[in-house]
Nanobody
């Protein structure tokens, strides 16, 4: 069993920045692919970014490429999402998720999920 706890969400003006954190506990987490996904009101849950177990490989949705950066510190069992140049359309609940296989953009393929953290970007 893996437990994921997100933090760092909040209210920010357009153009601002936030850094989300995801604390991972439970069974050994280093082998896991970690991802961030988001769920905006009235929309389906959507992939944002994933990072390989070693941190070597990352992949982003086109909507956040160049603005968001996913990273991980395996010594601290923590995954981060640095979000810059935020836009109102980035407003959503952001979830951290993990899986023991290679990364995927399909949210249904992730095994463990956190409770989410709200990010609100005002115009």
């Amino acid at each position: 069993q893996v437990q994921l706890v997100e933090s760092g969400g909040g209210l920010v003006q357009a153009g601002g920045s936030l850094r989300l954190s995801c604390a991972v506990s439970g069974r050994a987490s280093s082998p896991d692919t970690m991802a961030w996904l988001r769920h905006a009101p009235g929309k389906e849950r959507r992939f944002v970014a994933h990072i390989s177990s070693s941190g070597t490989y990352t992949h982003y949705d086109d909507s956040v490429k160049g603005r968001f950066t996913i990273s991980r510190d395996n010594a601290k069992n923590t995954v981060y999402l640095q979000m810059n140049s935020l836009k109102p359309e980035d407003t959503a609940i952001y979830y951290c998720a993990s899986r023991s296989r290679a990364g995927t953009i399909n949210s249904l393929d992730y095994d463990y999920w956190g409770q989410g953290t709200q990010v609100t970007v005002s115009s």
